[in-house]
T-cell receptor
């Protein structure tokens, strides 16, 4: 069975600073996708970034980038130049056999 | 274009009542997913459709839960004889390729 571990229940970052959210996972799949989703309080889940496991190059989407270490099954999210609107719960979600497997989430607080 | 919509947004049910939750996916998306999200937790997979075919229902917690998508578009998640432990946010997601999933706003179910 696939498992996902987000070891940081809460993180805090100063506005304009950089923060990294960690995620490790376990899968028996050889080809899969990984996603980071953002869920602001009482609002819907938004896709932040995705990574195809067969690609060695780390995905980047504006201020968001990932550090994907396939052998270590690690998939961290880096947020640069943090903004107040980045405050939310972030979920790491590998995709396997037709469904997303979500971690427990990391709540990110952004301080002005 | 319109995103995934869900109705109702909020539902309060007395224990023992039956409820029906509706999901309208993005037009043209063949894959549709249902997830259950308890407060402060990551979403957990319930079931998955490709067009009208229910390909995976391994996450449905009991035989009180039933989902259908008869015409390959709108889906309904039905919960019979609701219990307090069914209280959660029910998320629907749709996808063109079964990988990248787009979520609706969810239905918050409270069972009294």
């Amino acid at each position: 069975a696939q498992t996902v571990t987000q070891s940081q229940p809460e993180m805090s970052v100063q506005e304009a600073e950089t923060v990294t959210l960690s995620c490790t996972y376990d899968t028996s799949e050889s080809d899969y996708y990984l996603f980071w989703y953002k869920q602001p309080p009482s609002r819907q889940m938004i896709l932040v970034i995705r990574q195809e496991a067969y690609k060695q190059q780390n995905a980047t989407e504006n201020r968001f980038s990932v550090n994907f270490q396939k052998a270590a099954k690690s998939f961290s999210l880096k947020i640069s130049d943090s903004q107040l609107g980045d405050a939310a719960m972030y979920f790491c979600a590998p995709h396997g056999t037709g469904k997303l497997i979500f971690g427990q989430g990391t709540t990110l607080q952004v301080k002005p | 274009g319109a995103g995934v919509s869900q109705s109702p947004r909020y539902k309060v049910a007395k224990r023992g009542q039956d409820v029906a939750l509706r999901c309208d996916p993005i037009s043209g998306h063949v894959s549709l997913f249902w997830y259950q999200q308890a407060l402060g937790q990551g979403p957990e997979f319930l079931t998955y459709f490709q067009n009208e075919a229910q390909l995976d229902k391994s996450g449905l917690p009991s035989d009180r839960f039933f989902a259908e998508r008869p015409e390959g578009s709108v889906s309904t998640l039905k919960i019979q004889r609701t219990q307090q432990e069914d209280s959660a946010v029910y998320l629907c997601a749709s996808s063109l390729n079964a990988y990248e999933q787009f979520f609706g706003p969810g239905t918050r179910l409270t069972v009294l």
